[in-house]
T-cell receptor
Framework: GENVEQHPSTLSVQEGDSAVIKCTYS??????FPWYKQELGKGPQLIID?????GEKKDQRIAVTLNKTAKHFSLHITETQPEDSAVYFC?????????FGKGTRLSVIA | SQTIHQWPATLVQPVGSPLSLECTVE??????LYWYRQAAGRGLQLLFY??????ISSEVPQNLSASRPQDRQFILSSKKLLLSDSGFYLC????????????FGQGTRLTVV
């Protein structure tokens, strides 16, 4: 079945630095790769997604890169701010519903 | 616009008691519906998903069940709760295939005592 591995599980960065979270997936048929942000006590919300026909997508301070050959994709957050502190999830659905990574707890230290 | 409602927000139940969590979606029709559970400090575990009324797939065999009595209503139930059922339960919906954004409810924090 579909497997999504996410690293690291926790990440602490100084405010203003960059943060990178990586995910790998097992099924080469995957063609949609979303990233979700979950704030404490709330449901996850989509922050950016990428489809397999592009290698990179940016939205202001966040970007996602995709390497289909290696079957991994990454979330990049630049100029981190305290409000970026949250749990981030990647996902890679195929013929099943969204399968999520284990999550990364990001802490931005002011 | 579409909205998703999930209730209750918090619930404390004794071991062996029944459970009913409800989720409704507004502003769309024939959504795919999902129940996820999130244990403390862990990822999202898919419990059930439904692509239509009376079409429910179970991903994890356990003492929970799901029903979809109406197109936009999804219910998570248990006849007898276990301590291990404690967690944060999330309902979500997508439109059409899985290759679209999933919208989550605000979640239900269930504590079994």
């Amino acid at each position: 079945g579909e497997n999504v591995e996410q690293h690291p599980s926790t990440l602490s960065v100084q405010e203003g630095d960059s943060a990178v979270i990586k995910c790998t997936y097992s099924d080469s048929a995957s063609n949609y790769f979303p990233w979700y942000k979950q704030e404490l006590g709330k449901g996850p919300q989509l922050i950016i997604d990428i489809r397999s026909n592009v290698g990179e997508k940016k939205d202001q301070r966040i970007a996602v890169t995709l390497n289909k050959t290696a079957k991994h994709f990454s979330l990049h957050i630049t100029e981190t701010q305290p409000e970026d502190s949250a749990v981030y999830f990647c996902a890679a659905p195929v013929n099943t519903p969204l399968v999520f990574g284990k999550g990364t707890r990001l802490s931005v230290i002011a | 616009s579409q909205t998703i409602h999930q209730w209750p927000a918090t619930l404390v139940q004794p071991v062996g008691s029944p459970l009913s969590l409800e989720c409704t979606v507004e502003g769309t029709s024939n959504p795919n519906l999902y129940w996820y559970r999130q244990a403390a400090g862990r990822g999202l575990q898919l419990l059930f998903y439904s692509i239509g009324i009376d079409q429910i797939s179970s991903e994890v065999p356990q003492n929970l069940s799901a029903s979809r009595p109406q197109d936009r209503q999804f219910i998570l139930s248990s006849k007898k709760l276990l301590l291990s059922d404690s967690g944060f339960y999330l309902c979500a919906w997508t439109l059409g295939s899985e290759n679209t954004e999933a919208f989550f409810g605000q979640g239900t924090r269930l504590t079994v005592v």
